[in-house]
């Protein structure tokens, strides 16, 4: 049996002046931490982390499947999630049942998790869509906003109560809604809906503005609500514009811990049907970095980076401790972070202009399963995965 040995390691939850120690990892998990762990002296790839810390890879949430698959397409998808830092993704499609058999069968590139499409959960075909949900693990529900603001708002109501019969977490998707007067008013048709019944439980992807942060607050009263804040470092913010400062992000996530963070660019186009995606490249590459942006106002630590945008998605989406803890038994996703890293890129915006952006942080390797999948180079023919629930299970 296979083993990785990661040396001069920090783990993001300790203090900065923590000495460095050593992660053993067989078999996809993490079976040893500490500063002299006994391993075979074969059979064992070493890894020396240089002092930089570990903390647990991203989980993108919300992932639209690409209509047709191809292999172009299935390695375009593996090197563009991997060196974005994610290894678990939460997919959906117009069928689970197309969803699952094709992340399962001929595409198990990477771990992928599973939303039902709610809307396509009926009186007929409930029992059918429980057995498959029980079979795959799967615990979440999804509403995309953008494609489904068009639904009456009793259809929503009868979706959302045969999702609590069922008990699953229901995932609200703003993203795909561009207008700023549409999500807010498609918000607010949403909160009178949970409103009605005490004990809907619902994750709010894609919060930007001060006034949608409150019609989530006032829901809070009411439901067991957790908030998907987005920062979007490509744009301007003042007083006028009614988006969360970064400043305000910041002290959101820092004060109430409902709140989880992600990327407001890279995920209007990613929702339309067809591929490739037409986001630019600097944000697939530099997810994690763009996200560590905003320490340019207010400097995160990287605990509470690793924190925000991974462990409390993982909280609701209960996916934690296995994905999202650095922990003997836990699962060996991880990313070798680098906060010492700093630069400037320029991409090219709209009408000709350009943004400047300082990065702070760079991934330097992906481990997942217990592979290093990107280091120097990116190991396509490292990235085999299987179901996320059946492996964790």
């Not at 109560?161 to 949403?190: N, Q, T, W, Y």
């Not at 994905?323 to 996703?333: D, P």
Request: glycine share 6%; hydrophobic share 40%.
């Amino acid at each position: 049996m296979r083993y990785l040995l990661i040396r001069n390691i920090r783990l993001a939850t300790l203090p900065p002046d923590q000495p460095h120690t050593s992660i053993l990892v067989c078999g996809g998990r993490i079976v040893g931490i500490g500063q002299n762990l006994q391993h075979p002296l074969i059979d064992t790839e070493n890894l020396d982390a240089e002092g930089r810390y570990a903390i647990p890879a991203l989980i993108d949430i919300c992932k639209a499947q690409p209509k047709n698959f191809s292999p172009d397409i299935a390695k375009t998808l593996n090197f563009e999630h991997i060196t974005t830092g994610i290894t678990t993704i939460l997919t959906v499609a117009s069928e689970l049942e197309e969803n699952i058999s094709d992340f399962t069968a001929d595409f198990r590139k990477l771990n992928y998790a599973f939303h039902i499409p709610l809307r396509q959960v009926n009186e007929a075909n409930r029992k059918r869509l429980r057995r498959l949900m029980i079979l795959h693990g799967v615990a979440s529900a999804v509403v995309r906003l953008g494609e489904d603001s068009k639904a009456e708002i009793l259809s929503l109501e009868t979706n959302i109560a045969i999702a609590k019969e069922l008990g699953l977490i229901v995932a609200f998707d703003l993203r795909g809604i561009s207008s700023p007067f549409e999500r807010l008013a498609m918000l607010e048709c949403l909160a009178k809906v949970l409103e009605r019944v005490e004990g809907n439980k619902a994750y709010i992807v894609g919060i930007e503005t001060k006034d949608e942060f409150h019609i989530v607050e006032r829901l809070r009263a009411k439901c067991y609500v957790r908030a998907h804040i987005c920062f979007n470092p490509f744009e301007t913010y003042d007083d006028t514009s009614g988006r969360l400062s970064p400043d305000g992000i910041v002290a959101v996530l820092r004060h109430e811990d409902w709140t989880s963070l992600g990327l407001a660019s890279c995920v209007a186009q990613s929702l339309k049907e067809h591929w490739p995606d037409t986001t630019p490249e600097i944000v697939f590459r530099n997810k994690l970095p763009l996200l560590n942006a905003i320490q340019s106002f207010q400097p995160l630590s990287v605990n509470e980076l690793a924190e925000f945008t991974v462990g409390r998605v993982a909280d609701f989406l209960g996916l934690r401790p296995p994905l999202a803890s650095v922990s003997e038994g836990m699962s060996a996703n991880l990313i070798i972070w680098n906060p010492d890293v700093a630069e400037t890129v320029s991409i090219d915006m709209p009408g000709g202009a350009q943004k400047h952006i300082r990065l702070s942080g760079r991934i330097d390797h992906v481990i997942m399963n217990g592979q290093v999948v990107m280091g120097e180079k990116f190991f396509q023919q490292r990235v085999c995965g299987e179901h996320v629930y059946a492996r964790l299970d």
